[in-house]
């Protein structure tokens, strides 16, 4: 049938979606801006409406600048998200036809830039960066469900996802598992490089444990989705071995081997007279998981790069330290660095290898 450009025009009128934008903004902390706002009891990533004739990354800028007073250059989507008409519960006078909501990358903010935020006179009441796990507390379920995919999409780095009311189409391993939706283990202690002084207990030895292709060894708590390094808590048989500790830790959690170590350092807890050592090292086998000698399950398996691997956990300013420790031990081991990446999931039978090194 041949339509009019007038009867074209209304058929797709009659199917048109609402256009929002908002941006996910974080700290060095890894928290997330959530905006207090005097129109709901529940918080907001910062965003609003898209205007006729504006580009949803132009509304972005502008809601940034209209709340919170910076100015942003946004390039970067991190999700888009088909809301559908019944799932915000609003009102039949509405007539809420269903959204198509952006979702960009603010990016981290560090303490002058989120010093010069200033707030408008009415709609924003206040702000706060928050763990990610509290953003179900304080959001709305379909904008905390939109949020901490976004934030797993840019932790992933695989590019923007598609969403059905905050929900991924096609799930990664991050949503899969649900990393950040629990709380992360805080360990904002000072990093000390070299050995640990004598006198001083060891608490836990971890090691960032290299694939050939520079990526290292994370797993995934499948009850939590929390984050750790490969490791174990020092007891009674390991005879104050660090190294020893690890070798257990490694074999017993992760169904992992590994090469000569390099020493990295150890983190001092003001509270306690402990040190928890970080080793480096190159995997040199891994096999089937195993499941944890506790709680009885296994633990999921990803590859990320040290840089993902850091945005999973909360280690506060003197991660950054770690980190350029890891990227001299990688160096020192002969790895490359490995480039921005999906985190992966891994098998036996997947692990990647190298004639020289078998992880089969």
């Known amino acids: ?92 006078a509405m007539r809420f036809p269903g959204e198509l909501l952006h979702v960009f990358d603010g990016g981290t903010w560090d303490e002058e830039r989120i010093g010069a935020i200033r707030l408008p006179e009415q709609e924003i009441r206040g702000i706060e960066f928050v763990e990610p796990a509290r953003l179900s507390e304080l959001m709305a379920p379909r904008d905390a469900r939109r949020a901490l995919s976004a934030l797993r999409a840019r932790v992933n780095g695989a590019g923007a996802v598609l969403l059905e009311d905050g929900l991924p189409i096609v799930p990664t391993v991050l949503d899969r598992v649900g990393v950040l939706r629990t709380p992360r283990a805080r360990h904002r202690f000072p990093f000390r490089a070299g050995p640990v002084p004598d006198g001083l207990a060891v608490r836990e030895s971890w090691g960032w444990l290299f694939a050939p292709d520079g990526r290292v060894l994370v797993l995934l708590d499948s009850a939590t989705g929390a984050a750790r390094l490969p490791g174990g808590t020092a007891g009674p048989s390991d005879d104050g071995d660090p190294a020893g500790v690890l070798v257990r830790g490694v074999a017993e959690e992760a169904g992992a081997a590994f090469g000569d170590l390099v020493m990295l350092g150890h983190l001092t807890d003001p509270d306690q007279p402990v040190a928890r050592v970080r080793y480096a090292a190159a995997l040199t086998e891994l096999g089937p998981a195993r499941p944890d000698p506790v709680t009885g399950a296994a633990s999921v398996r990803v590859l990320a790069t040290p840089e993902q691997a850091l945005e999973l956990f909360d280690w506060g300013a003197t991660a950054a330290e770690q980190l350029a420790a890891v990227h001299r031990a990688r160096e020192r081991l002969g790895i490359p660095r490995a480039a921005r990446q999906a985190v992966t999931e891994v098998c036996a039978a997947t692990a990647p290898a190298r004639p020289d090194v078998n992880l089969g």
């Open 1 to 92: 049938m041949t339509m009019t450009d007038e009867e074209y025009g209304a058929l797709r009128a009659s199917a048109a979606l609402w256009a929002g934008t908002s941006v996910l903004i974080t700290n060095g902390y890894g928290e997330v801006l959530v905006q207090h706002v005097d129109y709901l009891e529940t918080c907001l990533l910062p965003g609003g409406g898209v205007d006729p004739g504006e580009s949803p990354a132009q509304g972005a800028a502008r809601e940034v600048m209209e709340e919170l007073g910076v100015a942003v250059v946004v390039e970067c989507g991190l999700a888009v998200d088909w809301v559908s008409a019944g799932s915000v519960g609003a009102p039949a």
